[in-house]
Structure formats: structure tokens, C-alpha cells
């Protein structure tokens, strides 16, 4: 969870940020864990955004909550920084190793001297107001490098199926269509380059497994595309229950 100085219109205390982590069920002990499922998950979206993965890549994670990617990277060796409004999400992140500040500032001002090859932030821009949304667009264009990428899952505005995760999290504030986007990316100074459905890896998680996962893509294709040419004139959009966005700096 993350949030920036403008968003004065939800409580900040410790209160709140323990009854969160309560609700998430984030448990210290498990902070920085990840399956085997996450690893395939995170190596392929990254790789599918044209990330290039060695042990050069500098990383920026946009709040990190309680670390799953955050690990992924420390177990993979990248420049890793994670950055969290919770203190405590990042006293758990200091405990285990793992480069992160809490900070609800301009990120320029905190990280002047620093630049990265992508910036990554899962399920945490639905948490912000569109202005702020924006504001930090702004920020991250500063911060990547030439040609550096920003990487983003966000629930979909396109999509019938993401109420839940649109309205199962009272600090949700702002869902974003594909054209929406769009119109950030031209907005801000970026190149867009993918509005997609989050990866669904099918290799080396077990036949079984990889049976149900297809299924589920071919499922996915069809009602999409019935929703599409029923409902939306055929349009490009994204009917799955999570977007990926994919930006990147020329």
C-alpha cells in the first residue's frame, strides 16, 4: 500500500497501518517469502514487458507491502529498492536485508542520484487519487533511465469480472480503463507499450496444473472476445480481472 502527501482525506496512524496489515494477513514471519508459482510469475511478466534480467538490473519497486517481489529480487541478485508509506513494512524489509525507505514525498527529491532500468508496482496505483496518480507518473519518468520501463497491474477498468478487486478494499480509489492509460501515458511523456492481461505461465508447474491453466486461457480468449463484439463495438480492451500497463521513457 502506498500513498503520497495529498491523500489527506483517509487517516494515516499506526492504527490504520496495523489494522491493514492485520486485514492483508501479512505476517512477519513470511515477509520476503515467495513460491515457486510467484518466481515463474514475476520472471515471465517482467521478461514479457522486455525487462532484461541479470544481475545489472536496477529495480524500484512502488509499495512493496510484504515483500513478495521484494524477495524475488534479493533471491536473484538486482539493484533492489523498495519504497512503502507503512514504517513497519519497512522495518521488516531492513530486518531481512532488503533496501527500502518509507517515504510518502516527491521520490525525486529523495532519490536525485539515482536512476533505474524499470520500476515496478503491483495492486498499489488503485490506491490513489488521479492527481496523485498522475504526480507520480511524473516522478517515475524521472527516474528510469533511457529506454527504462514502468510496469504496473492494476485491476481492470475494462473488465465486468474485477468488482471484487475494484470494491473488496475500502482504500481503492481510482480504477483505470485501457484508455484511460492511454491518455495517462500521452499525459505524462510516456511511450505506451502494452495495456494486457497478467501473465499466466503454464511451463514447469506440473501437468496438471498446466492443463487447468490452459483451459483457463481459452476460456478467458472466448468470453473476452464475446464481451468485446456483445457489449464494448469490438474495441481492444482488457476483460480479464487484472490489467498489466507497461510504459516506457525513449
Not at 6 to 12: A, I, W
Not at 17 to 42: H, M, Q
Request: hydrophobic content about 45%; charged content about 20%.
Amino acid at each position: 500500500m502506498t500513498q503520497t502527501q495529498n491523500d489527506e482525506d483517509f487517516p494515516k496512524s499506526h492504527t490504520v497501518n496495523r489494522a491493514y496489515i492485520n486485514w492483508k494477513d501479512w505476517d512477519e514471519s513470511k515477509f520476503g517469502s515467495f513460491t515457486e508459482l510467484d518466481a515463474l510469475y514475476f520472471f515471465q511478466e517482467l521478461k514479457s514487458a522486455g525487462v532484461i534480467l541479470n544481475s545489472n538490473l536496477k529495480i524500484l519497486e512502488i509499495g512493496f507491502g510484504n515483500g513478495v517481489f521484494a524477495g524475488w529480487a534479493k533471491a536473484n541478485g538486482f539493484d533492489y529498492l523498495g519504497t512503502e508509506i507503512n514504517p513497519e513494512l519497512v522495518q521488516r524489509a531492513g530486518k531481512q536485508g532488503i533496501s527500502a525507505i518509507a517515504s510518502t514525498a516527491d521520490l525525486r527529491d529523495i532519490l536525485s542520484q539515482k536512476t533505474f532500468d524499470a520500476i515496478v508496482s503491483f495492486d498499489v496505483i488503485e490506491h490513489l487519487s488521479l492527481n496523485d496518480i498522475i504526480k507520480l507518473l511524473e516522478q517515475i519518468h524521472c527516474l528510469l533511465k533511457a529506454g527504462g520501463v514502468f510496469i504496473a497491474r492494476i485491476p481492470s477498468g475494462d473488465s465486468p469480472f474485477s468488482g471484487p478487486l475494484k470494491y473488496g478494499d475500502i482504500t481503492h480509489r481510482t480504477i483505470l480503463g485501457s484508455g484511460a492509460i492511454s491518455q495517462l501515458a500521452a499525459m505524462t511523456g510516456f511511450d505506451l507499450v502494452q495495456v494486457r492481461s497478467p501473465v499466466l505461465p503454464v511451463r514447469n508447474i506440473g501437468m496438471l496444473r498446466a492443463l487447468r491453466r490452459i483451459g483457463v486461457i481459452l476460456v478467458q480468449k472466448i468470453v473476452g472476445k464475446l464481451i468485446r463484439v456483445a457489449f464494448q463495438d469490438n474495441r481492444r480492451s482488457v476483460i480479464s480481472s487484472n490489467m498489466i500497463f507497461v510504459f516506457r521513457v525513449n
